[in-house]
């Protein structure tokens, strides 16, 4: 069941503080979990990494759901997923899976992989795999993971 009128549109300044109140309650099990959740960095981090030009806000019926950046490495040719975070109210409707799926697109038009970080445990980490990405590489804390562009 995907949500019905979902849209991206381009970050500005002023959804920084509203994308990282989101970013504090859907990390927080997970980083509360693995012993790492301190709520002024958890939301430090998202404004010290912030970058408006490769980041997209996720609206329903106008209203903000969530973020996503697909920001391009230049170094590997390929992208960083990140800061993909919906509010609870929003997760497990299809939303997810519909925004990756029409980014997934956009970079296997330019033959481009994409990388991603997700912290060990975490539940998006089926969705990532749902979507064709494997595990690279991994620690006590982060599980890499890229998707390399689909063969034709």
Do not use: C, K
């Not at 939301?43 to 490769?54: I, K, V």
């Amino acid at each position: 069941m995907i949500e019905s009128a979902w849209a991206l549109r381009p970050a500005t300044q002023e959804d920084i503080e509203p994308i990282a109140e989101i970013r504090a309650e859907v990390m927080r099990p997970d980083l509360e979990r693995l012993g790492r959740f301190d709520p002024h960095r958890v939301r430090q981090r998202f404004r010290d990494a912030f970058r408006a030009q490769h980041t997209s806000v996720i609206t329903v019926d106008g209203h903000l759901a969530g973020s996503v950046a697909l920001r391009p490495d230049a170094a590997t040719n390929s992208h960083w997923l990140e800061h993909f975070y919906l509010s609870p109210t929003h997760q497990g409707r299809g939303l997810g899976s519909a925004v990756l799926r029409t980014l997934l697109a956009e970079t296997d038009a330019r033959g481009r992989t994409v990388r991603l970080d997700v912290l060990q445990g975490s539940a998006a980490r089926r969705l990532y795999e749902r979507h064709g990405f494997v595990v690279e590489s991994q620690d006590p804390v982060d599980v890499f993971m890229l998707r390399p562009v689909p063969q034709r």
